[in-house]
């Protein structure tokens, strides 16, 4: 089953992205042989459950002295999105 999961942190998102991609989180999803660039502060998995997405995020945040303020994660299920321009 797939998630996404999004969250607020007051610093070091770089550093945590690059910690949760150690866990198999991207920040794009292919579709139609296109990448779906995700919102900021979103990732994806392709086979986490939400509850296993909240624990890696408060595992890697606590680890990395951050601060998680808000984090929802969900079942990546039914969608519509727009194929955003790459983040930076």
């Given at each position: 089953?797939?998630i996404?999961?999004?969250?607020?942190?007051?610093?070091?998102?770089?550093?945590?992205?690059?910690?949760?991609?150690?866990?198999?989180?991207?920040?794009?999803?292919?579709?139609?042989g296109?990448?779906i660039?995700?919102?900021?502060?979103?990732?994806?998995?392709?086979s986490k459950?939400?509850?296993?997405?909240?624990?890696?995020?408060?595992s890697k945040?606590?680890?990395?002295?951050?601060?998680?303020?808000?984090?929802v994660?969900t079942?990546?299920?039914?969608?519509?999105?727009?194929?955003?321009?790459?983040?930076?």
């Amino acid at each position: 089953m797939a998630i996404i999961i999004t969250y607020d942190v007051p610093s070091k998102h770089t550093e945590l992205k690059k910690e949760m991609a150690t866990l198999g989180y991207t920040k794009t999803i292919t579709n139609q042989g296109k990448p779906i660039n995700l919102p900021n502060t979103t990732l994806y998995h392709p086979s986490k459950t939400a509850d296993q997405a909240l624990a890696d995020i408060k595992s890697k945040t606590s680890a990395l002295g951050i601060k998680l303020e808000r984090c929802v994660a969900t079942i990546w299920e039914s969608w519509a999105a727009i194929w955003g321009d790459p983040l930076n």
